[in-house]
């Protein structure tokens, strides 16, 4: 959500949260075509869940950072002991299901909240209704193991929408502070190019997360060569810098694993 003014709410603090078992709700989740019902105890028994609740969907913080930034770096979480991250908002199934389709999130578990009794229960409903909005959850992120919250980062009580301790790097660098943050990756592709998939294999086996930019009216070849200097597709790029194609592709990948 953008900045926007709005009564700041009387939130709980960290140390009356921390230590304590987190909400036992029912979610009302869709499979597929299927309604199913998710309890607590399935998202949290016997699990480390790292959970980021926001106002909204389709809310420009939530879908320009905050669900980018842990989809993004869900790999490293779980290389440091997180079973499932997930991202939760008092927001009905079918509108948390199209968000995550459009924001290609396949890393991060959506839970709608459409009831915002979890929210309720972390103390956490705020009134948006000056927005339209209704009830929504204020933005936190936190760590639960094995349903007792951990640690919580819980945005600051102001007006609007601060977006300062939630964010996935503040989560990652409490988890582990010493865990190395990998560059952003993009690779330039074009549909049906069996190098661009060759190089997409090798990025995925090695859990390599990256942005696709596919060939389209906008994205062709004379631009790719204006980028890159090169018209061959893929083209990648690590952290800023051009790695080149799929045998370069493959070779940057073997050299991280030595």
Not at 140 to 157: H, Q, R, S, T, W
Not at 202 to 219: H, R
Request: aromatic share 8%; with cysteine.
């Amino acid at each position: 959500m953008s900045q926007t003014a709005n009564a700041a709410p009387q939130l709980p603090s960290p140390d009356t949260l921390q230590g304590r078992p987190v909400p036992s709700v029912t979610f009302k989740t869709r499979s597929g075509a299927e309604w199913k019902d998710l309890s607590s105890d399935e998202l949290f028994s016997g699990k480390t869940v790292v959970v980021f609740s926001l106002p909204g969907a389709f809310t420009p913080t939530c879908s320009s950072n905050h669900l980018p930034r842990y989809n993004e770096l869900a790999p490293v979480l779980r290389a440091n002991g997180v079973d499932d991250i997930l991202c939760m908002s008092v927001n009905d199934a079918f509108v948390m299901n199209q968000w995550k389709a459009g924001q290609d999130a396949t890393n991060i578990t959506v839970i709608p909240d459409g009831n915002g009794d979890f929210t309720k229960g972390m103390n956490m409903l705020v009134d948006k209704r000056d927005l339209g909005f209704g009830q929504r959850s204020w933005r936190y992120a936190m760590l639960v193991k094995n349903g007792v919250i951990d640690k919580i980062f819980i945005e600051p009580e102001r007006e609007g929408d601060p977006f300062e301790v939630s964010d996935a790097d503040t989560m990652l660098h409490y988890i582990n502070p010493e865990a190395r943050i990998p560059d952003a990756v993009v690779v330039f592709s074009r549909p049906g190019c069996p190098h661009c998939a060759r190089a997409k294999a090798a990025l995925k086996e090695n859990d390599i997360t990256f942005t696709e930019v596919l060939e389209d009216q906008k994205i062709t070849a004379n631009v790719l060569r204006a980028i890159t200097g090169s018209m061959t597709w893929p083209q990648v790029f690590v952290g800023g810098k051009l790695i080149g194609g799929a045998d370069e592709v493959l070779d940057y990948v073997n050299q991280q694993g030595r």
